[in-house]
């Protein structure tokens, strides 16, 4: 079987087409897949790193609003299709996966044009434009919160790294704490923002480290590739341990007892799989998905949220040190995020592109084979 994934442009949609195409690899490890990408997107980086074949297109985006942007768009959107419809013929595709972002929705009509079945992932409640385009005549339609409103979709949940979907985060504790530098046995936040980081993030929690080291909580802070983040800590005040990336998430996630992040998709689905407990800050821009992806987890009890606008240092303090101070209370959170969470969505996902690369017909309507 040959493949193509269409989810360029941010990790967001990069990772769960990166888990998808390991999946298919564990069954068949002569499936061949093609990722599409443009030249400034994080695949660039990722997708070779992973050992996969990288094909670069133009990005397509779409104005939101009537700009001169929009008057070049036809233009520009048959340059992609043609583009991607001469990747799709070099690799022989059986099947399109398509993730949103720049490069999907060029896939979805390079693969009308030329046959190919396709297979829509949506990882956010709120659908992009690319995946209600592809969505409208798919061969399977899969999404990651129920309820996602395409036709036809089927919930599989995220596709997620086998190192975070098989983390056992009790056991694994000691040693995360020692990779990172960390002190054995005390009560550890998480600070992260993605892989650019969080500004608002980051000066808020900053803000609280002094009461944090008051309080005995030790940070581990992933500040984003372009920012500093300096703190005050008094004599002999637990670690804050501040790095500009996190290589090793499994690692962070074990090593934390509470997570202080922004609410993109894969975030939000990771720590409900590995069952940690988080305070989400949505992202204050674009159209409110961040707050939407937060919503069920909040409403299951395994995660508390706090608006961008009133993130400050106090209120940091406020809500996380009752919360790291009540070891009966996180347990109770984690259980509720784990319940919420899936770890199986590269193999549901997967099950769904064998079969739509097979012809099977009934998939929107009978759910994963």
Do not use: K
């Not at 996602?148 to 995360?176: F, I, K, Y």
């Amino acid at each position: 079987m040959r493949v193509v994934l269409a989810g360029g442009g941010t990790a967001g949609h990069i990772e769960p087409a990166l888990s998808l195409a390991d999946a298919l690899r564990r069954h068949d490890p002569a499936t061949g897949v093609t990722a599409l990408g443009t030249e400034r997107g994080l695949e660039v980086r990722l997708v070779p790193q992973r050992g996969y074949d990288l094909a670069l297109i133009p990005p397509v985006p779409v104005p939101r609003r009537p700009t001169l942007d929009l008057a070049r768009l036809p233009g520009r959107l048959r340059g992609a299709v043609r583009d991607t419809t001469a990747v799709l013929e070099r690799v022989g595709a059986d099947v399109v996966v398509g993730f949103g972002g720049y490069v999907a929705a060029p896939a979805y009509l390079a693969a009308r044009r030329r046959g190919t079945p396709v297979v829509v992932h949506e990882a956010n409640v709120r659908p992009g434009l690319a995946n209600r385009l592809g969505a409208r005549w798919a061969a399977a339609v899969a999404c990651a919160v129920p309820g996602t409103p395409l036709p036809g979709a089927v919930h599989v949940g995220m596709p997620l790294r086998r190192s975070v979907t098989t983390l056992d985060r009790p056991a694994v504790r000691a040693e995360a704490r020692a990779h990172f530098g960390l002190e054995p046995d005390r009560p550890t936040l998480l600070v992260f923002g993605g892989s650019q980081g969080a500004r608002r993030v980051n000066e808020a929690v900053a803000a609280a480290a002094p009461a944090l080291g008051r309080a005995g909580v030790q940070v581990l802070h992933a500040a984003g590739m372009q920012n500093e983040v300096v703190v005050e800590r008094g004599p002999g005040a637990p670690p804050y341990v501040v790095v500009p990336y996190l290589e090793r998430m499994d690692l962070a996630y074990a090593a934390a007892d509470l997570a202080v992040c922004r609410a993109g998709a894969m975030t939000v689905a990771e720590l409900c799989a590995v069952g940690l407990p988080a305070l989400y800050v949505p992202l204050p821009i674009g159209n409110g998905e961040q707050r939407l992806n937060a919503a069920p987890a909040v409403r299951a009890g395994g995660a508390l949220l706090v608006e961008d606008e009133h993130l400050t240092g106090p209120r940091v303090a406020d809500e996380v040190l009752p919360l790291l101070g009540d070891p009966e209370r996180l347990r109770a959170m984690g259980a509720a995020a784990a319940a919420f969470g899936r770890r199986d969505g590269d193999e549901q996902l997967a099950r769904l592109v064998r079969a739509a690369a097979q012809g099977d017909g009934a998939l929107r309507e009978g759910g994963a084979p």
